[in-house]
């Protein structure tokens, strides 16, 4: 068996299964974050995530974009549990042949968003490296109450997504988004929302995460899917690096949601279906009104 | 300006500038691990350390071997404050052409390492990469009163090695030590130690970040040297990937050490030297009876 054939979820399966785990772990591999027991009113998250030249980006790209995406892909995470970011270690491993302009360019691009979402940098690791690899580990805290899990939908909701999709590598996009930590401390203040997370697979692949965590269904319309400028519909289901909000709320919040979120938050959120019963999967109304089976296909990086 | 004249440690120093913590972090960036904020007794710690194919290991090693290492370098962070540790995350960036069999390999190693030391793995990222990638992030749990720093070493006292140094990467020791977490909990239940850390780039480089956080010299006799079968004193001083504890106590401690730490660890602890006035930088005593300046010079990526 080789990787293409067991794929990227295939291997964190590999990874999860049969692990052992003690009482402090609220929800561990599998959401955007862990959960992990803190304080009588707040929980730990913690998340990762690693890129890789050649694979997340390319050495032409601005150094100070690589880093800001390297910090801002775990402030993604972790706003999308519901949390904020609090303390975060990083570890680089760099070329011998990369100057120390370009070092200092990805440093500025790692501080300038850490200072942005109120991070603070405690540590890390220094290492050589074939290509210039970067992976930033993130700790946030959560209320309780506020915490937002992928198996929070119900049957009905109104499935929502921040800003709009697609197009985000060719547009650059993907490396200077804005983590949408603002959005989500609003929803989670202002709104009774089930469920959410990040698209960073691209949105078919990871409403079916919520789909499978929930153990639910759902229909979503191609003309409301909100399409980044140059976006395909292909590449705003797809394409992933978006960096947006998906999440579910019941159709009465929803109404709430649509007549003051975009006024709250300078960011539009786009009602974009509906969860509906389990063995259903994932089916979209294409513009001729006609229903699509939608493969769970986002982002694999060994697809 | 290129890398090679800057150094890792130069490196290090670039990015732990100008970076703006909050009252949170107790201990930053420049000991084993942050030191965090957490309960009335207890601080939280975090580390993370990335090894990389080519550098710190070959493909052609026992893949469970790579992953045990990658848990238990940080255990060794962790263990060297004082800490227990508690969760981790871990990112690893996988070549294409690996065989599943292989990743089968890597992940046994970490869940083995996880689940002999009482780790939690939490949660991670995997990532397609030219060369094999991992990089770990580690929680760990510390009762303030535990708590040992790089910065505590006080003039006069004692200092220590526990085990033997030396020869670690030929010896393929570097792949599959044992993180000294149990040793540590013993001298933080029985002794006081002043400072301590764990030497993962060679005795004289690590010494030295003691000596600097703590502002004072030492004097180490190369025929207390505690070396490994086969190593040489450059190996023993400068080779790393030893993961053995350093640290230093008062000369009245020192001798409740060597007469009891053995037997309750069944690891030696050996004295090496004492630590001295400042200004004097790290002075060994050869085996001419000969006192020879060590330059700080462990391992360094970029060298």
Redesign the interface.
Known sequence: ??????G?FG??N??AK?????K??IV????D??V?E??RKEY?L???????E???FLRKANPADIGWKAVCCSVSDIAAMGGEP??L??????P??????Y??GI?SG??KA??KFNV????????????L?I?V?M?GIVRKQDIKLRSGARLGDAIFVTGALGNAVKSGRHLRFIPRLKEAEILVNNFKVHSMMDISDGLSGDLRHILEMSKVGAIIYEKYLPKAKGATTESALAEGEDFELLFTASKKEARRIIENFQRMSNTKATCIGEIIKPGFGLIMIDKNKRPVQIKPKGYD??A
């Open positions: 068996m080789n990787l293409k054939q067991i990227e291997l964190i590999r990874i049969d692990i052992k785990t003690d402090s772990i561990g591999v599998g959401d974050a862990a992990l803190y304080s730990l913690l998340t990762c995530d690693m890129l890789v050649d694979v997340h609090k303390w270690v990083v570890s680089i491993g760099l011998k042949n990369l100057t120390v302009k070092i200092d440093y790692i501080k850490a200072s603070n940098i405690v540590g890390g690791d220094t290492v050589s490296a074939a290509k690899t992976d580990a700790i990086h060994f």
